[in-house]
C-alpha cells in the first residue's frame, strides 16, 4: 500500500496499481479510504455476554473495598452461595477481574529494597526446619533444625545440627562455630526477632537472654542488629538460602541411597561436607571477604547455659521436665549442669563428672527421661518388682530387644519371675559389657517363637577359663629374713 501511495503521486490508478502488485478495484478501494488497515479494524467486541455484569459492581467491588486481604477463590464461593445459578467457569473470568482491578484500584503492597552487600560487613543468622527431609538415626526419626550462618557478599556458608528449638544455646554455639570455621568476624551481625527462643520466657529471663546475646556479639566486635518481627524478608539474605541449602542435602540424599545414619556424628559429618562443596565453588570470593574480616579474639566465649540440681533418692535429677539418672553415689550431692544444645556437662563442685544427652519433654506436656541402666542396675537386682510400674520403664531399656523380651516374659509367666528375669538381663549385660551381643541372641530367641533362657546365656556369655592369664606367685625363701635378721645384730654390736 506504501509503494501504490509513492507510485500514485506520478501515476493514474490501473497504472499504479499494475506496478504494487495488487487489482485496479483493491486501489479504487483503497482511494476511497486511504487509512491503514490497522486504522480501519473495530475493535472486537464480547462473543457472549458478561457473566459478571450483575454482581460486579454491586456486589463483588464492595467485598473487594471491604476487606483488600480477601482471596479471589474466597469471592468466588460466596458469590456461587448467593447465586446457585453462577456457573463453575466464572472462577478465571473473576479471577482475572479481580486481578485487574487491584492493579488499578488496590492498596500499595510491600516493597524490596535491593541492598549492596560490602565485603566484611555483614554476617547473618537463621534456623530453618528439616523435618520435610526424613532423616533417620538407626531407625529412629531425627526431628531437627539446622542452625544456618551466611556472609551475603561472598555466599560463604555454615549448618550446625539443632537438636531443640530456636534458643540462645543453639544459636550462640552454632555462630561460635561458623565464625572459628570462617577465622574472622563481620563488623555486624543480623538474626531474626530471637521470639521462639523468648518463647514461655518471664521479662527478667527475656532481659537476661538480650544481654547474653549483646555480651556475645560484643566478645567478636560484632554488632547486634535483628529484623523486625514478621518481616522475614528483611533477613532475605539468608531466608532465599534455606530452600538452596535444603534442596542441596535433599539431593545428596538422593544420591547416597540412604537417609538413615548410624549415629548422629555421622548425619552432622554429612551437612559438613554438603556446606564444605558449596564453599569450595565459591573459595576466590571467601578468600576476599576473609580479607575484609576482623580478627577473632584469642577464644572463644560462653555458649551453653548452667544450672545447679540436687540429686534426689530416685539417683537423678529434673532439668527442664526431663529426669536424668546419674550413679546412686552422688545422691544428695549439689551437681553443677552446663546445658549445650545436644548434651550435658555434670560437675561435683569443680570437677568434671560426666557428659549425658540432652533430652526433651513430649510435646504433650509430659516429661522426659534419660536415663541409663548401669546407674540403677544393682539397686534394681535387690527390688526387681519395681521395674513393673516403674516410671522411667521404657526409657529404662537400653534397646529394643530387652523391651520386647520383658512383654513376652509378662504375657506367659507371673510379673515377679518377669521382673527378675528382665532385671538379670540388664544385669548381664553391665557386668559382661554385652549389651549389644545380647540384644541380638534376645531378638533370635523371641523371632524363634521362644523366651529367652537364662541358663543358656549365662554360659554363653560366663568368662572363658583358657582366656584367663595363668598368674605363678614365687613365695619368697624365709632364710633371706634371718640373714637380715643376723646382719642387723651384728651392726648394733
Known sequence: ??????????????????????????AYRIEGDPRPPSDRAVPRGRRRPDPLAVIWESEVVPLLQAAPGLRPIAVFDEMRRRHPELGAGIRRTL????????????????????????????????????????????????????????????????????????????????????????????????????????????HDAQEDLTRRYDALCAHYGMQPSRNNPGIAHENGAIESAHGHLKAAIADALLLRGSRDFPE????????????????????????????????????????????????????GFTLRKVFYSVPSRLIGHRL????????????????????????????????????????VIHALRRKPMALLGLVYRDSLFPRAAYARAFAAMRAVLPDRMACRLAVELLALAHERACEAELAGLIEADLDAGRLPDMAAIRARFVPDAAALPAVTIRHPDLSAYEGLATSSAGDAA
Do not use: C
Not at 125 to 148: C, K
Open 1 to 26: 500500500m506504501r509503494l501504490y501511495m509513492t507510485l500514485r503521486r506520478t501515476e493514474p490508478v490501473p497504472v499504479a496499481a499494475a506496478k504494487a502488485g495488487f487489482s485496479t478495484a483493491t
Open 95 to 202: 479471577e482475572r477481574r479481580i486481578r485487574a482491578w487491584r492493579a488499578v484500584h488496590g492498596p500499595e503492597q510491600e516493597v524490596i529494597f535491593r541492598q549492596v552487600h560490602q565485603p566484611g560487613r555483614l554476617g547473618l543468622s537463621d534456623f530453618t526446619d528439616m523435618r520435610e527431609l526424613a532423616v533417620t538415626i538407626a531407625g529412629v526419626p531425627l526431628e531437627h533444625r539446622l542452625y544456618h550462618f551466611r556472609l551475603p557478599y561472598s555466599g560463604f556458608e555454615h549448618a550446625h545440627v539443632v537438636l531443640g528449638g530456636e534458643s540462645y544455646v543453639a544459636l550462640a554455639g552454632g555462630l561460635q562455630n561458623a565464625l572459628w570455621a570462617l577465622g574472622g568476624a563481620p563488623l555486624e551481625h543480623r538474626s531474626d526477632s530471637l521470639s521462639a527462643a523468648f518463647r514461655n520466657l518471664g
Open 264 to 315: 548422629l556424628a555421622a548425619y552432622r559429618a554429612f551437612v559438613d561436607e554438603v556446606v564444605g562443596r558449596h564453599n569450595a565453588r565459591i573459595a576466590p570470593r571467601i578468600a576476599l571477604e576473609r580479607e575484609a574480616l576482623q580478627d577473632l579474639p584469642a577464644r572463644r566465649t560462653t555458649d551453653h547455659e548452667e544450672a545447679v540440681v540436687t540429686v534426689t533418692s530416685s539417683s
Open 336 to 375: 553443677r549442669v552446663r546445658l549445650f544444645d545436644d548434651r550435658l556437662e555434670v560437675f561435683l563442685g569443680g570437677t568434671p563428672q560426666f557428659t549425658l544427652p540432652r533430652g526433651r519433654s513430649h510435646p504433650d506436656g509430659r516429661h522426659g527421661h534419660v536415663v541409663d541402666y548401669r546407674h
